[in-house]
């Protein structure tokens, strides 16, 4: 049975902007996984949905480009190092999963992991580049000296799990 959305009582800027959180896209036999800072949520076309940013060169966006469902999963501080080494290291190169010990479980048609204290599972509604043209002068010297822009994912909410 899925939860309802409109029970989940946590404050969203402590658990995104507080609590270590992993994206995954991919199905349980072929994911890959990265850490990420950003994200929001909200209500957009009348749905709920969770936006969140990945740079073209992140292996996570050859999986979000071909996915149509991906996790959004939070964890409590005693996962912070492995999470700091997920967002540091490239499934490309080796199995980090395996290496930080994360047990991956079926989430609908996405992953998330066993040691999630949450998981947001979403629907891929659309996705758009960040216009650098844009962005203000000041956010481009801190997050983009390198001009790697992000890509905005926006994902409806379509259950979320709960420990």
Same mark, same amino acid.
């Given at each position: 049975?899925?939860?309802?959305?409109?029970?989940?009582?946590?404050?969203?800027?402590?658990?995104?902007?507080?609590? /270590?959180?992993l994206l995954a896209a991919g199905t349980i036999s072929n994911f890959n996984?990265? =850490?990420?800072?950003? &994200?929001?949520? +909200? %209500?957009?076309?009348?749905?709920?949905?969770?936006?969140?940013?990945?740079?073209?060169?992140?292996?996570?966006?050859?999986?979000?480009?071909?996915?149509?469902?991906?996790?959004?999963?939070f964890y409590d501080e005693s996962y912070d190092n492995k999470l700091r080494?997920?967002? /540091?290291?490239?499934?490309?190169?080796?199995?980090?999963?395996?290496?930080?010990?994360? =047990?991956?479980?079926? &989430?609908?048609? +996405? %992953?998330?992991?066993?040691?999630?204290?949450?998981?947001?599972?979403?629907?891929?509604?659309?996705?758009?580049?960040?216009?650098?043209?844009?962005?203000?002068?000041?956010?481009?010297?801190?997050?983009?000296?390198?001009?790697?822009?992000?890509?905005?994912?926006?994902?409806?909410?379509?259950?979320?799990?709960?420990?």
């Open positions: 049975m899925k939860n309802n959305i409109y029970d989940f009582s946590e404050n969203i800027f402590k658990i995104v902007g507080k609590d /270590s959180a996984v990265m =850490t990420i800072g950003w &994200a929001t949520l +909200g %209500v957009l076309w009348s749905r709920n949905v969770l936006i969140c940013f990945v740079r073209p060169s992140r292996y996570t966006y050859e999986f979000m480009e071909k996915s149509d469902v991906f996790t959004v999963s080494y997920l967002g /540091s290291h490239s499934g490309r190169d080796e199995d980090k999963v395996k290496k930080c010990n994360l =047990t991956p479980v079926k &989430a609908g048609d +996405g %992953v998330t992991f066993e040691e999630a204290r949450l998981t947001f599972v979403c629907k891929k509604l659309y996705y758009q580049d960040l216009d650098k043209d844009l962005i203000p002068a000041a956010v481009k010297v801190r997050y983009y000296p390198k001009d790697d822009y992000h890509r905005a994912y926006v994902g409806e909410i379509i259950d979320y799990l709960k420990k």
